[in-house]
């Protein structure tokens, strides 16, 4: 008797039903500027946290590379002698090899073959098309691209994780 009583109690003090409705109308509205600020915050912060990640590699490594507008550090160890600077619409060719900033190599022209491409026009990486204009034929160098202008948000579903900057090694023809 005194269990039947008590579970009574509990159920006459746990206060109204609150009923559907009164939960919809009762939820805020979504402000959609605040949602757009909020993913602008975050965005920010993931791009300031892989700069820093780029800029610790450079600091590391004790290499001098110029730092582009668009985020893109290059660093020419063997430049050429006579190239001509790369513009937009030439055909260039190049071995490359990309690794993550860890040092794992992901892909090489050893194993794929030499790159040939239009800059400005193929469908590779954007930082690819961007970095290379800062370099002449017969250069050798080296491109730290974030992933924004690499793999993005998703990797490249093979070898390259999301969000993850990535190192060229590249030798120009």
Same mark, same amino acid.
């Given at each position: 008797?005194?269990?039947?009583?008590?579970?009574?109690?509990?159920?006459?003090?746990?206060?109204?039903?609150?009923?559907?409705?009164?939960?919809?109308?009762?939820?805020?509205?979504?402000?959609?500027?605040?949602?757009?600020?909020?993913?602008?915050?975050?965005?920010?912060?993931?791009?300031?946290?892989?700069?820093?990640?780029?800029?610790?590699?450079? =600091? !590391?490594?004790?290499?001098?590379?110029?730092?582009?507008? *668009? %985020? &893109?550090?290059?660093? +020419?160890?063997?430049?050429?002698?006579?190239?001509?600077?790369?513009?937009?619409?030439?055909?260039?060719?190049?071995?490359?090899?990309?690794?993550?900033?860890?040092?794992?190599?992901?892909?090489?022209?050893?194993?794929?073959?030499? =790159? !040939?491409?239009?800059?400005?026009?193929?469908?590779?990486? *954007? %930082? &690819?098309?961007?970095? +290379?204009?800062?370099?002449?034929?017969?250069?050798?160098?080296?491109?730290?691209?974030?992933?924004?202008?690499?793999?993005?948000?998703?990797?490249?579903?093979?070898?390259?994780?999301?969000?993850?900057?990535?190192?060229?090694?590249?030798?120009?023809?």
């Amino acid at each position: 008797m005194f269990g039947s009583l008590f579970f009574l109690l509990l159920c006459f003090c746990k206060g109204p039903a609150i009923k559907e409705e009164d939960k919809i109308k009762t939820q805020k509205p979504i402000n959609e500027e605040e949602l757009k600020n909020q993913f602008v915050r975050a965005n920010k912060q993931l791009v300031q946290k892989e700069s820093d990640e780029m800029d610790y590699y450079v =600091k !590391t490594h004790k290499m001098p590379f110029v730092r582009t507008t *668009s %985020g &893109i550090r290059y660093y +020419v160890y063997k430049p050429s002698a006579h190239g001509d600077s790369i513009k937009d619409k030439e055909e260039i060719v190049m071995n490359f090899k990309v690794s993550l900033l860890d040092g794992t190599e992901c892909y090489s022209s050893k194993t794929e073959g030499k =790159k !040939t491409f239009i800059v400005g026009n193929e469908d590779i990486e *954007s %930082g &690819i098309h961007r970095g +290379v204009k800062y370099l002449k034929h017969g250069d050798k160098a080296l491109l730290l691209i974030p992933s924004h202008l690499a793999h993005g948000l998703l990797g490249d579903f093979k070898k390259i994780p999301p969000q993850m900057p990535i190192i060229y090694d590249v030798e120009i023809y």
